[in-house]
């Protein structure tokens, strides 16, 4: 892949990556989780275990590993044979403190312990490209790589949650998280399905336009000529490859675009709704909202628009009570 593209992309790739919980598993025992609208992203802080999503086979993880659930499919952490017993996620929640909930399987000291997090259902910040993420991925890193000082960070804050550990985790999962994303898209494996859609060297001129200029009124017509195709042969590619229709893309690359400039500078609506695309600020509006929930100018007042309160995670009931976490 071309580096100018996955700079952008990178850039662009702005996700909004939720700190919810932490999950602590007893050796032996297996900790099951309901599928969730949003992508599950899990953070091995310590110890070892296997993944399953849904009747797929087990796939081993170590420390300081990363794990990418997709949405809408079952999963498991933990043993996957010699089972003394199993949990269920929602019948074993806790509040662990800073807005982050408690998971536990078994009835001793936790042997293996992870952060979790979750994208956004909408994947609107991904611009529709984690839809692509059909089966579960782990990305392992060395003891001695240069994220070790991350993760040990991560363990140390929800380790004695305090003021602003969510912030931090998040923060800190983000950064693992860009790291996993970089290596997909250079590791070179023909089987991702990411990698195959950027690989394209007359799409990802097309991609590359909208990305750097989002505010042309493109078409169709204007993106084949870019891509130096037919417009029904580009459309059609374009279709197979990224799983949306190009004029799709178009307006989640703008609305991504206009939602950043929104939180980030005091630039009026009308202004924000022109300098991606927008005839009027008025048919910008109408689509952001559809999209986000929220006018314009209320995602600018809540900051994003993303706060969930803990006891609000789909899937999940009331927390219960703290919990202190084993160091």
């Known amino acids: 892949m071309r580096a100018d593209l996955l700079d952008r992309l990178l850039v662009t790739l702005a996700v909004r990556l939720r700190a919810f919980s932490v999950c602590r598993i007893q050796r032996g025992w297996q900790l099951g989780f309901s599928p969730f609208e949003a992508i599950t992203v899990h953070y091995v802080l310590r110890g070892t275990g296997s993944l399953r999503v849904g009747d797929g086979p087990w796939q081993a993880f170590a420390p300081h590993s990363v794990i990418v659930v997709p949405a809408r499919l079952s999963h498991a952490l933990g043993e996957p044979e010699e089972v003394r017993g199993a949990a269920r996620a929602e019948d074993h929640c806790s509040l662990h403190g800073d807005g982050l909930v408690s998971f536990m399987a078994g009835d001793g000291t936790p042997?293996?312990?992870?952060?979790?997090?979750?994208?956004?259902?909408?994947?609107?910040?991904?611009?529709?490209?984690?839809?692509?993420?059909?089966?579960?991925?782990?990305?392992?890193?060395?003891?001695?790589?240069?994220?070790?000082?991350?993760?040990?960070?991560?363990?140390?804050?929800?380790?004695?949650?305090?003021?602003?550990?969510?912030?931090?985790?998040?923060?800190?999962?983000?950064?693992?998280?860009?790291?996993?994303?970089?290596r997909h898209f250079l590791g070179g494996d023909d089987t991702s399905p990411l990698l195959k859609a950027l690989q394209e060297p007359k799409l990802a001129r097309?991609?590359?336009?909208?990305?750097?200029?989002?505010?042309?009124?493109?078409?169709?017509?204007?993106?084949?000529?870019?891509?130096?195709?037919?417009?029904?042969?580009?459309?059609?590619?374009?279709?197979?490859?990224?799983?949306?229709?190009?004029?799709?893309?178009?307006?989640?690359?703008?609305?991504?675009?206009?939602?950043?400039?929104?939180?980030?500078?005091?630039?009026?609506?009308?202004?924000?709704?022109?300098?991606?695309?927008?005839?009027?600020?008025?048919?910008?509006?109408?689509?952001?909202?559809?999209?986000y929930g929220l006018s314009p100018s209320d995602f600018r007042s809540f900051g994003g628009g993303d706060e969930v309160e803990p006891e609000r995670v789909e899937g999940f009931g009331q927390a219960r009570s703290t919990t202190d976490l084993e160091p």
């Open 206 to 291: 097309a991609v590359i336009a909208v990305l750097e200029h989002p505010g042309v009124p493109y078409s169709v017509d204007s993106l084949a000529t870019l891509a130096g195709m037919s417009r029904t042969s580009f459309a059609v590619r374009f279709g197979e490859v990224f799983g949306q229709g190009p004029m799709d893309f178009v307006q989640k690359v703008r609305l991504r675009i206009a939602a950043r400039l929104l939180t980030a500078t005091d630039l009026p609506v009308k202004v924000i709704a022109s300098s991606v695309g927008y005839a009027s600020r008025s048919a910008f509006s109408r689509v952001f909202e559809t999209t």
């Open 111 to 182: 042997d293996t312990l992870l952060v979790c997090g979750q994208i956004s259902a909408s994947h609107d910040g991904a611009l529709g490209l984690f839809e692509l993420f059909q089966s579960p991925m782990i990305q392992a890193f060395a003891p001695d790589a240069p994220l070790r000082g991350t993760f040990e960070l991560m363990l140390a804050e929800v380790a004695a949650p305090s003021l602003g550990t969510q912030a931090m985790t998040e923060l800190l999962m983000k950064q693992c998280l860009i790291v996993v994303l970089r």
